[in-house]
C-alpha cells in the first residue's frame, strides 16, 4: 500500500453551500437567468447511465422560481429554482459511490472518532477527480489500496464542511471502479443542539453517534446513496448497536471487539450507539409476514420490559404493512440512547430513540407516548427510507407522513384521537405569523416554527385529506404512492397523483392550498334552525371566514335532537368567489338540539360564533350552553405561560376569550340567556 503525495490546503475550494449541497463554481450559477428567476433551467434525468439517473428519470424539472411541487414559494425565498441549481452538478459529477466500509473507535474523553473509511467510486465517463464531503476533519491519510497512486487535497468550506478532493492522472476509464482509502479524525461538538437531535452523546453509559457522517458524501450531488459496512470497535463487555444487518462480533488481540453491520440497501443515514446492552428478539421472522427480525437493544436495566416493548413494535409493523405495504428491509433495530433534545431518529432499519421511553409500561404511565414516538419512527422505514423527499420542500413526505401515521396507529388502537388534537391546537395557538411558511415552502426549514409546521400541521393536513376522500381512498392512495416510490425520491406532486389516482378526482385544489399557502382556517359561525312549511326543519349554518386566505373544506357536523339521537354528517363549505361568508342550509326531519362543529378536531382551525354565549350553535342562549360550559369548567388551555395541549379545551366555549373555561364564560351566558342569534 503506498501513501500518497500530500498536499494539504486550509481553505483550498472556493465552493457552494446550498440546500445542504456543496457544488463548485463549475455549476454555473451565474448563467443568464429566465425572467423572474435567478437560476437557470436544469433538466433531469442527470447523466444517463448513473444510479441516480435510473432512479429518478421519471421526474421532470418545472419551471424556475417555483415551489417545491410546482406552486409560487409564497414565502418570498428561492425555492425550486435553488434546487434544480443544485442538482445542475448531476450533469457533471461523471461518477458514483459504490460502496463504503468503515471502522470507527471512539474517544470519550476528546470526545472523537478515530475512523479509516475505504470509499469503492465507479467512473460512469472518463474521471480526474472526485471530491468527498465530510464534516470537519483531520486527515491522516489517503491512500490507493494495490498501489495505484493519485494526490489529494484536504479544504475546508465556509468552517463547516471539510472537503476531500481526490485526483487521478491518467483519469479513471469508464465503468472502472477503485478503493480510495482515508484515515482522519475529528473532535465532535456534542452540546450543539438542533431542531432534531444532538450529534452525539458521550457519558458514562453511552457513546453514541447520531449524524455524523463518518462515512463520506458525494460533494456534488444532492442525492447519492450507497451500501455500506460499517465496523464500530468497543471495549471488551460492550455492545455497539447501528442500522443494517448485525453480523455479529470479533475479538481482537488487544481483547476489545470489533462490531460489524452491513447495509445492503443504498442510503446516506447512519449513526451507532456503545452501551451496555441487552438484545431482545433475535427470532429471524420477528417482522409480521415472515420476513427480518425485530430487535430491541436496550440497557440491561430496562430489558425486564423489553419483550412489552417488543409486542407494541411489532403490532406497529403489523399495521403498518397491513396499510402500506409490507416491510421492505431485512430487519429492524430499535436502539436505546440517552436522553436528549428530540425524540428519536430513523435512518433505514435502524431507530434510535430516548432513554427514557423505554421504560414504558402496558397501560401505565408513559405507554401511549412509547406508542406515539415508537409508531412515528418506525414509519420512517416507509416514508423517508422507502419513499424518499426529493428536496427541502418535500420533507413533508417525510415527518408529515411519518406523524399522521403514527396518529391513525393511536387514534385506531388506543381508541383515542389525542395526538391529532394536540398536534392540532400545536400549530394553531404556537406558530407566530411571521414565522409561518408554506407546508411545501422550500424554505421551511428556516423557520423556529420547522416542527409545529412540519411534525404537527402536516399530520393534521393529511388527517384532512383522509376526511376528505374517506378512509379507504386515502390508505389506498398511500399504497399506489409507497410502490410508485420504492427506492426513489418523490416529491409532493407525486403523493398527490397516487391520492388522485385513489380518489378518482381532482384535488388541486387541496395540495394548493395546504401545500402551497400558509395559515389555517379562521371562521366565525352562527346558525338557524327554521321550521317548513310542510314540515321538517332547516338547518342553517353562516360560515365567515376571518384569515387571510378563505379556506374550502368538508365540515364535520354533529347534530343532537331532543329525543337523544345523534347524527354526524358533513357539509362542503367553498367560498364564493366575491366573498368570504358561505351559507350552508340542508333539512333534517325534526329540531336538533345542538349543532356542534367539528367536534373531533378533524380541521386545522380557529372558530368562534357570533354571539359568543350559544356555544351550542343552536341559535338560542340557552340551558344547553349552561351545561356544556359548566361541564368543560376550568378546562385551560393556557399552562405556566405557555403552551399547553389540552384535548378537552374548546374554543367555542371560551366565550370571552381567555383561553380557559371558566366563571367569566358562565356569566357571559347568564346574561344573554333567552336571545336569539341574527337571522339569515
Known sequence: MRRLLSSTSGRGFALWVLLATVATPSLSLAAAPQPGSPFRTLHLPALPGSSFAERISHHHAEADGRGAYGLP??????????????????????WRIEHQEAEVETDAALPGLAVAVTVTVEALEPT????????????DSVQLPGGATATWEY???FGQLGIVAVTFDPPIPPGDKRDIEIRYSATLDCNAKTTLLRTCTFDEQFQQVLFFR?????AKALHAPYTSTLHVITPAGRTAAAPGDPMGYEVLADGRLRWTFEQAERTENGGFSIADYAVTGTEPDDVPGGKGWLRLVTLTDYAGGAKALHSSAKAILDYYGARFGAFPWNGLSLIQVANNFGGGYAPLSGIFMLRNV????????????????TAHEIAHQWWGNLARPMSTGDVSLSESLAEFSSCIFTEQTLETRSQLIQDNLSYVYTVDPKDDRPLGSASVYST????????????VVLDMLRHEIGEKAMLDGLKIYAAAFDRDYARVGDLRKAMEESAGRDLGWFFDQWWGGKGRIDA????????????????RLRVAQLGAQAMRFKLPLRLTFHDGEVVSQSVDVVPPSDGTVSIISFDVAKRPLIVRPDISRQLLRRFRVV???????????????????AFRFRRTIVWKNSFFPNSLWDELFDSDGSFSIDAGDLDLIFGQAGQVSFAF
Do not use: C
Not at 409564497?74 to 452538478?89: E, H, Y
Not at 477527480?129 to 486527515?139: A, H, N, S, Y
Not at 423505554?358 to 414516538?373: D, V, Y
Not at 423556529?448 to 399530520?459: F, L, Q, R, T
Open 128 to 139: 480526474g477527480l472526485v471530491q468527498f464531503r465530510f464534516p470537519l476533519i483531520d486527515v
Open 155 to 157: 479544504g475546508e468550506s
Open 524 to 539: 366565525e359561525f352562527s346558525s338557524n334552525v327554521v321550521a317548513k312549511a310542510g314540515g321538517g326543519f332547516e338547518v
Open 611 to 629: 354571539d359568543g354565549a350559544d356555544v351550542s350553535l343552536d341559535g338560542i342562549v340557552d340551558g344547553v350552553d349552561l351545561m356544556e360550559t
Open 214 to 218: 463518518y462515512f463520506a458524501d458525494h
Open 73 to 94: 414559494d409564497t414565502s418570498g425565498l428561492v425555492g425550486m429554482g435553488a434546487t434544480m441549481a443544485a442538482f445542475g452538478a448531476l450533469l457533471e459529477q461523471g
Open 358 to 373: 423505554f421504560g414504558a409500561k402496558p397501560q401505565a404511565q408513559g405507554w401511549s407516548s412509547w406508542n406515539e414516538l
Open 448 to 459: 423556529p416554527s420547522y416542527v409545529p409546521i412540519v411534525y404537527h400541521k402536516g399530520a
